[in-house]
C-alpha cells in the first residue's frame, strides 16, 4: 500500500496481530497519527480493507494490525462512533479504571433487550419471556439505548432520564456523568483512552477490532443467477410458473450475496438488518422489466420468500455472536487471573 505523502507503507517481516506490530509499522511509515484526521485514518483503513490478497507488501498479522490499530485510533478520537467497535464499548467495566465491582446496565430499546455487565463476568441479557435479571445495585450504572443514542437513567433525582448531546460521545458522557467527573471531555477521552488499552491487551478483543467496523464489502459482486430463456420463450406460462421462476432468480441473487457477507464477517443484529433490506432491494431489481408482469400479490410472495431464507442466515450470524461472545469472556477471564 502507499500513501501519497508518505510514500511506501511499510514492508516488514512477518509478525501477529498485535499492538508492538502496529507501532512498529506506523514508526517506519512516518506517519503521525497525531495529525491525521479522523477521515484520513479512514482512508488508509478503506485502503488496507481493499487490498488484494495477492499484495505481499504487508502479512495478515501486519495487515490486521494496523486495521486493529487505526480503529482504536478513531476509538480515542474525540465524539467518533466506531460503527462495530461500538458493540465492545461496554466491556469499559473490564478496564484497569474502572470502579471496583460497579455494574453497567443497558435497557436497549432498539432491540427489546436488557444488557447487564459485570467486571471479569460474562454478559447477561434478558429479552421477551426470558430469565429475568438480577434487580439494579445500589451503585449501578444503568443507561437507556434508544434510535443508536444513549441517555443515563438517575435513581438518584426527580429526572429520572438524563440526556446528553446525541455529538458521538454520548455513551462516554452517560458514564462520566455516572461518575460525577468534574470535566466530561477529559473523562471522555480518557475512558476512550482505557477502552482501548482494554482491546489491545486481549488477543480475542483484538480480532473483533481489526474486523468489525464499519461495512466490509462483499466477497464477490452480486451476481444474478442466469435466468431460463424459457421464462420467455413460454407465453402461455400462467403467473404462477412465472412467480416460480422469478422466485429461484431473486433466492439465488440473494443467497450469493448474504453468504458473502457472512462469510467475512460477524454482524450486529441491526447491521445485519439492514444488510438484508439492501440485499432484497438488490435481489427484487435484478428481475428487472420481469416485475411488471407479475401482480403484487406475487411480489409480497417473493418478497416473504427472502424474508424465509434471511432466518437462516440471521440463526448463522447469532451463533457466531454467541460463539465470538465466549471466546471474549473466557479471554477477559483469562487476563483477569494471569
Known amino acids: 500500500m502507499r500513501d501519497a ?7 516488514a517481516p512477518p509478525d501477529r496481530l498485535c499492538r508492538a506490530t502496529f507501532d512498529r509499522l506506523i514508526g517506519e511509515s512516518g506517519l503521525s497519527l497525531r495529525l491525521l484526521s479522523c477521515q484520513a485514518l479512514k482512508d488508509l483503513r478503506q485502503a488496507l480493507l481493499a487490498a488484494a490478497d495477492a499484495d505481499r507488501t504487508l502479512t495478515a498479522g501486519e495487515k490486521f494490525s494496523l486495521i486493529a490499530g487505526l480503529n482504536l485510533e478513531l476509538l480515542q478520537r474525540p465524539r467518533t462512533w466506531n460503527e462495530g467497535i461500538g458493540d465492545l464499548q461496554p466491556l469499559i467495566v473490564n478496564a484497569a479504571g474502572w470502579p471496583q465491582g460497579r455494574a453497567l446496565r443497558i435497557v436497549d430499546t432498539d432491540h427489546d433487550a436488557i444488557h447487564l455487565y459485570r467486571p471479569g463476568e ?9 430469565p429475568e435479571l438480577p434487580p439494579p445495585e445500589d451503585d449501578e450504572i444503568i443507561l437507556l439505548r434508544h434510535g443508536n443514542h444513549f441517555s443515563l437513567i438517575r435513581r438518584d433525582q426527580d429526572a429520572v432520564i438524563e440526556d446528553v448531546p446525541a455529538n458521538g460521545d454520548c455513551f462516554f458522557s452517560c458514564i462520566s456523568s455516572a461518575l460525577q467527573a468534574e470535566d466530561r471531555a477529559t473523562s471522555n477521552l480518557d475512558l476512550r ?9 486481549s488477543p480475542e478483543l483484538l480480532l473483533v477490532a481489526s474486523a468489525h467496523d464499519g461495512a466490509l464489502a462483499p466477497a464477490r459482486p452480486l451476481q444474478p443467477a442466469p435466468v431460463d430463456d424459457s421464462v420467455d420463450a413460454a407465453p402461455d406460462a400462467g403467473p404462477q410458473a412465472l412467480t416460480a ?6 433466492l439465488d441473487s440473494y443467497r450469493t450475496g448474504m453468504a458473502s457477507y457472512l462469510a467475512g ?8 438488518q439492514q444488510l438484508h433490506e439492501v440485499l432484497v432491494e438488490g435481489a427484487m ?8 408482469d407479475l401482480p403484487l400479490p406475487q411480489l409480497d410472495a417473493i418478497r416473504s420468500q427472502l424474508d424465509a431464507a434471511f432466518e437462516e442466515f440471521r440463526e448463522q450470524n447469532r451463533e457466531a455472536l ?17
Open 322 to 338: 454467541e460463539a465470538m461472545q465466549r471466546k471474549i469472556t473466557r479471554s477477559i477471564k483469562k487476563a483477569r487471573s494471569s
Open 265 to 272: 464477517d460477524v454482524f450486529a443484529p441491526d447491521r445485519l
Open 122 to 130: 460474562p454478559e447477561q441479557c434478558h429479552r421477551g419471556n426470558g
Open 193 to 201: 483512552r482505557q477502552l482501548a488499552d482494554l482491546i489491545w491487551s
Open 285 to 292: 431489481t435484478v428481475l428487472g422489466d420481469s416485475m411488471s
Open 245 to 250: 421462476d422469478l422466485s429461484t432468480v431473486a
Open 5 to 11: 505523502q508518505h510514500g511506501p507503507l511499510l514492508v
